[in-house]
């Protein structure tokens, strides 16, 4: 599997056992898209081998971005996950984060990314219609887009909880509702909300352990760093609960291997310190001048001035 990653956003890493600053939500831009399009990989990660996961792909020369395309590489490759059931060859995704809205003209916006992907194809009909397909995702009911749909003719037809396909249309589609969505294969899209439940959080860590593959790790990450930061409060809980610290300290061995390594360089560069300031401390007793003094134990004058006043202050 290929994945192609145009211009990923930066997120911030959240350190599960480390003390941290207090940081209200209102003061963390949480980037969504990047764990989302981590959370579709795991989801459909039993076909991995037989999709091309391209991200932010990019229809012209112009920034018009697919938040997320995905082509089957063999055109008979059945999905075993429920997103991925109305699948053809091309896959137009959008993904809307908690804090966004879902209107009719987001829905045909998706829509006519689809027709310009088709279009800009190299050669004519290289991309045939009716092999596309159109997915949108968002955590809440969109009653109103609902409403706009039917209103044009279009039907809604609820393929399973969680899953609508809009029928009508030139191109097969269906809108996601993540907060509807049921099963055990769905948890790392239901843990990207401001309002996860315990127990989706709980499934999540102990699944993602068996993710062996660096790629999949990377995407547990990627998605445990959003779902923390809009959760920090929940995960603070299930890291204290019996049998979660261990979990969660695997999944996050790397970032904990990191704060030890930290901490053994300031350790360290701490004891350094401190045998020059004993030594200058000494050298001092001994007559030497404080530009001597700085020359041997390889620090600022401003620094052996400091040790020397903070000696005389113990005195």
């Not at 397909?133 to 009911?141: C, H, K, N």
């Not at 969109?142 to 191109?171: M, Q, T």
């Not at 001092?284 to 530009?291: K, P, S, V, Y």
Request: net charge neutral; proline share 2%; glycine share 8%.
């Amino acid at each position: 599997m290929r994945v192609f990653d145009g211009g990923r956003e930066n997120t911030e890493r959240m350190q599960f056992l480390t003390k941290k600053e207090n940081v209200t939500l209102s003061d963390l831009e949480i980037q969504w898209h990047p764990a989302f399009y981590a959370a579709a990989r795991l989801e459909l990660s039993s076909n991995r081998t037989e999709l091309d996961f391209q991200c932010e792909y990019n229809l012209g020369k112009k920034p018009l971005q697919i938040d997320l395309l995905v082509i089957k590489k063999l055109g008979d490759a059945q999905i075993e996950n429920e997103i991925g059931h109305i699948f053809r060859q091309y896959n137009i995704v959008e993904y809307k984060s908690p804090d966004d809205g879902l209107t009719i003209d987001d829905f045909f916006k998706t829509v006519g990314y689809a027709c310009i992907y088709k279009g800009l194809a190299e050669s004519v009909d290289q991309i045939p219609i009716d092999q596309m397909t159109v997915s949108l995702f968002r955590e809440g009911y969109p009653r109103g887009l609902f409403r706009s749909l039917k209103k044009y003719g279009l039907r809604i037809r609820k393929k399973c909880r969680g899953i609508y396909y809009i029928e009508g249309l030139f191109v097969p589609a269906q809108v996601v509702v993540t907060r509807e969505l049921e099963g055990r294969g769905h948890r790392s899209l239901k843990v990207l909300s401001r309002n996860a439940l315990e127990e989706d959080v709980r499934g999540f860590i102990k699944e993602a352990q068996r993710f062996a593959g660096q790629g999949d790790r990377e995407n547990v990450d990627a998605v445990l760093q959003v779902s923390v930061s809009a959760n920090n409060e929940l995960y603070e809980k299930v890291r204290r609960s019996s049998g979660m610290c261990e979990a969660m300290r695997q999944l996050m061995w790397d970032e904990i291997e990191a704060e030890v390594k930290k901490g053994r360089q300031q350790g360290l560069q701490q004891g350094r310190l401190e045998q020059a300031r004993d030594t200058a401390c000494a050298l001092r007793d001994m007559g030497l001048t404080i530009d001597s003094i700085a020359k041997a134990v390889k620090v600022s004058i401003e620094t052996i001035e400091r040790w020397l006043a903070e000696q005389q202050v113990q005195i």
